[in-house]
């Protein structure tokens, strides 16, 4: 036999340096840092032969090596839950489907379908492609980008040590390792967080397995979203059920529906609208009704032209609740062209509706027109045009007293929905115009509100339900009449009526405890009539369970109301106690949310800070198109004119305060203006003719009047008294009574001030011990809480 020739055994010669050499020890967390280079390294580079289209810039190169390093020198492993955190914020910053391509190959590991080799293709650390020798020459010359890493970097140290603890790995070993990394990812609770792009084979959750459970579910989330947002479920798992949804059942569009509504309420327009086209996109095609048609056709589907129609309708109203009235006009329009075009009454009623709303709610406080709303205006002074605008009028109004007839029925194809629409239809029509009155001071019948609102409960009774029609126009008009109260100085009238709205707001077996933004607008009004009769206790407490009830991040639209409510009873109450420089930061939270409102205290609290020019010019260049703004605005001229002694210009708005107050159907309308037309006279020093103005008020002060107004006319009304040499003491009492538990101090001391007089020794009813006691309490009030008492300005 031939010898073999043996040489020098290196590896002892080298003291066995491959076997002895300090590897990476392998863990679940290694393995998948390791995976996710490789993913990072095909989306770079791109796989085999097939490049990448979109190689990683520098940037993104720097955000996944700072990523990778904080991961590989994490001191303790990493949950599955966490890494796949980690891997999708990556994925959010760089794109390219990272996310999905690494939950991909780390399912085929944890399910057995591939085994982990921790290798990587001669391309990583070569930059070449094997083949293809045209690609080779175009990226030759932009080799360096496509170098995914150094090799003298700490990374690629770390993946050799790892590569090198797996080449020495027993089967026994790798075995033992899967196992371990398979526990890893099952206990990592992978039904719980973001269960999107798992594998084919892993089992959908109850709600979404199959296409009707996942349009239940859809609906049942669009109804909770809608009227009780506590009971839906969090908007993120929502996102993540309806991706995968989109992906698993094809045919639910409807899923592009329920992400605009979450969307709208996380506050983001632009994904709420690619949703809304995506819907109506998927929505155009129909399956063909007609076999023989489509046989003769070779068509199984056709296009449908009801998107075109009832796309513009929520379209716009989308960005009516986002705020640009404009172009929810015109998609509007649009909508009603279209339906015009397609005989669809049904279509162009909603769409009649919807701009209607969008002319009279639009996005402001209720009952209150923005200054952008320039159509009234138009409107007076052209009444031609009346008559033609498309708005719902008297069409639908009429067509609601013909609602049984045969023909109508007969137009129906399902009578049950198309009923609950329609009725619905015109109890919102009715409603609309009932707030149109209210808005511009027309609404003469006394206290009737509540009567007309009613007459489209009598369109109502509906057996067949589901989508809480009745009970939504029901709350809607009750809103409205408790609004109407609040604004017509109704506030014992008006909290009964909130009040009871509140209490009767119970679940029911078809319908949960409603969460709207009418029951936001009940319990604001609420708010706003305790605060009114001085009982702001009851009114923070009302408040603070408003804030629990609509939460921001649940429910901005009703969050809002409840926001300029808080911040406007906080206002009047620093107010009252001087605490000027907590006036101006509550100021800063409803400057967008209502400017009329911030516009009428921020040109106050200029006037009282001795700012006149700048007071006065707030409230002339504020263009107000609201029949009550326009009021309140000339009242706060007249009180800020004659509280710096311009009694002249004082007389002047208070007449055209008056000439508005005369044409309209407010209660306390002449009352407000008839007692600041009083403090004016008094202001004169003409406590007689003063006297015989306010007089006759006493019974509206007392029906309509807030405390502050009582307060200020009783004290105005003593003051007179005592100026005519006549007994005061009892409008001082009554003074009193409306002051009590500190709600205003400076008032108070104003108070003491007319007591001291009254009981001097030279004064009327001299008393040494009671005129001792007002000088004292006087300066206790005034050691407590400094500050003069600026009644003239209010």
Known sequence: MPLVKTGPNLDAIFNHQLTNVTGEPITPTKISIFYLVRTLFHAHFGVGVVPSLRPFNKAEKTKAFSILYGLILSDSEISYDDFRRVVRLLNNELGRCIYYNFICSIEKLAYGDEQIEMLFENAFYTAKRPTHIKVFKQEQTDRDNLTFMSNNSFMYTWIKRVMMQYTRTSQEGMFIITERFRDWVVSGNIEDVSPINRGINMTLPFEINCSVRARKWIDDQLRFIQFCQSKAMPYEKVLDLCDIISKRHRDVFEVNLLKTVVYI????????????????????????????????????????????????????????????????????????????????????????????????????????????????????????????????????????????????????????????????????????????????????????????????????????????????????????????????????????????????????????????????????????????????????????SLNTLFPEQLSWISARHVKICSELIQFEKDFLLNRYTACSDHLKEIRSLAPLEYTLRKSLLLAVTGKLSEAINLLKDYKCVDVRGSLRIHMQLATIETAYGRFDVSEHHLEEAGNIAVNTHYQDARFLVTRRFGSMMLGRNMPEDAFKVLMPLYPNVERFGTFIEKAIYFMSVARCLRLLKKDPRMFLKKCKLQILNERWPSMEKLLCSELTILHHETGMFPDEHKATWAMERFGKIEADLPGPCVWMFI
């Open 265 to 544: 309420q996380l506050k983001n327009p632009p994904e709420a609208m690619k949703s809304l086209k995506v819907f109506f996109d998927l929505s155009m095609l129909q399956i063909t009704d007609s076999a023989r048609q489509a046989l003769n056709t070779l068509k199984l589907m056709s296009s449908s032209q009801i998107a075109l129609r009832y796309g513009p309708v929520l379209q716009g109203r989308l960005h009516r609740i986002f705020g640009d009235r404009k172009c929810a006009s015109e998609l509007f329009s649009e909508s009603i062209q279209q339906s015009q075009v397609n005989v669809d009454d049904m279509c162009n009623r909603i769409a009649n509706l919807e701009l209607t709303i969008n002319e009279v709610l639009m996005s402001g406080p209720i009952l209150e027109r923005l200054p952008s709303d320039s159509t009234k205006a138009k409107k007076q002074d052209d009444d031609v045009n009346e008559t033609n605008e498309r708005r719902v009028l008297q069409n639908t109004i009429h067509a609601a007293a013909n609602i049984n007839i045969p023909n109508i029925r007969a137009l129906q194809k399902d009578f049950n929905e198309d009923y609950d629409l329609h009725t619905f239809l015109v109890s919102m029509s009715k409603f609309m115009l009932c707030i149109e009155d209210m808005m511009d001071g027309k609404y003469f019948k006394y206290n009737s509100t509540a009567e007309y609102v009613c007459v489209g409960f009598n369109h109502l009774r509906l057996v067949y339900d589901s989508q809480n029609k009745g009970r939504a126009i029901e709350d809607f008009a009750n809103a409205i009449m408790s609004s109407g109260l609040v604004q017509s100085g109704m506030y014992n009238q008006a909290k009964r009526a909130a009040e009871e709205i509140l209490m009767t707001n119970c679940s029911t077996p078809s319908c949960p405890k409603l969460e709207t933004e009418s029951q936001a607008i009940s319990g604001v009004n609420l708010a706003y009539s305790l605060a009114s009769i001085g009982d702001y206790d009851n009114a923070f407490k009302t408040i603070n």
